[in-house]
């Protein structure tokens, strides 16, 4: 069992920046896809950017240029900087690592941002 903890989200104005972090209760491998999601207020829950055991990176279209996952195996670390904050990126984030068959969830981190 892999525990997922989210933290450095906040409340933040238009045009601000975090760095989100998702810090794993054991060791996470290169080998391991790492993604985040959120989860707006009445919406369902969407997938947001994603990295792969290669390395290459995808994001949903309406945050690339701003979001830049990665992910430091030595500190079993999984990181999000949110770069130029608009207020339809408020929602819950979450992370979710994938260690062979297994998904693991955090509980999220809040992100609001006031225009």
């Known amino acids: 069992q892999v525990r997922l903890v989210e933290s450095g989200g906040g409340e933040v104005q238009a045009g601000g920046s975090l760095r989100l972090s998702c810090t794993a209760s054991r060791r996470i491998s290169v080998l391991n896809h790492v993604a985040w999601y959120r989860q707006a207020p009445g919406n369902e829950r969407e997938w947001v950017a994603r990295l792969t055991p290669g390395g290459s990176s995808d994001y949903l279209d309406s945050v690339k240029e701003r979001f830049t996952i990665s992910r430091n195996v030595a500190k079993n670390s999984a990181y999000l900087q949110i770069n130029a904050l608009i207020p339809e990126d408020t929602a819950v984030y979450y992370c979710?690592?994938?260690?062979?068959?297994?998904?693991?969830w955090g509980q999220g981190t809040q992100v609001t941002v006031s225009s």
């Open positions: 979710n690592i994938l260690i062979g068959t297994a998904s693991y």
